[in-house]
């Protein structure tokens, strides 16, 4: 089988990491597969999806502050953004981040590692956002 399910939220701040796990782990738990595949995409251009630590806070805020040095709001590195929306940081934040990840079901179960979280990277909020999952296996 292969099932379409969405997850739809509203992002409090501009800049905000949230772990979304469990929610995907409830979605796919409804399913009982035995082996198969999650794929969580995101379809936006200034938020992204990104699988690390979500045991200590601090890692994800180390991840968010680093991206925040590396890429302020104006520019970086001698260069000066173009894009009229002001919103170019959050652009190439979501691009180092990504758009989709994968997760292997097993025994109805993501296979995260003991420290791995599903952490949606949001870089220019407060918006509406969506995570689209393609959920596939018997
Ligand atoms: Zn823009």
Not at 75 to 103: M, P, Q, R, W
Not at 113 to 118: R, S
Request: glycine share 10%.
């Amino acid at each position: 089988m292969i099932k379409f399910e969405e997850l739809k939220f509203k992002t409090p701040e501009r800049e905000i990491i949230l772990d979304i796990t469990n929610e995907v782990s409830k979605i796919v738990k409804k399913y009982n597969i035995k082996e198969g595949i999650c794929r969580v995409f995101i379809p936006h251009t200034t938020a992204g999806i990104t699988i690390n630590e979500n045991a200590d806070p601090s890692v994800m805020r180390d991840i968010s502050n680093f991206l925040n040095k590396l890429i302020p709001k104006g520019g970086g590195l001698g260069y000066s953004f173009k894009h009229g929306e002001g919103n170019s940081d959050a652009h190439v934040k979501c691009s180092l981040t990504g758009h989709s990840v994968e997760i292997i079901i097993h025994e109805n179960r993501l296979m995260l590692g003991t420290w791995q979280g599903i952490m949606f990277t949001e870089f220019d909020g407060p918006r509406n956002r969506r995570v689209y999952l393609q959920i596939q296996g018997e």
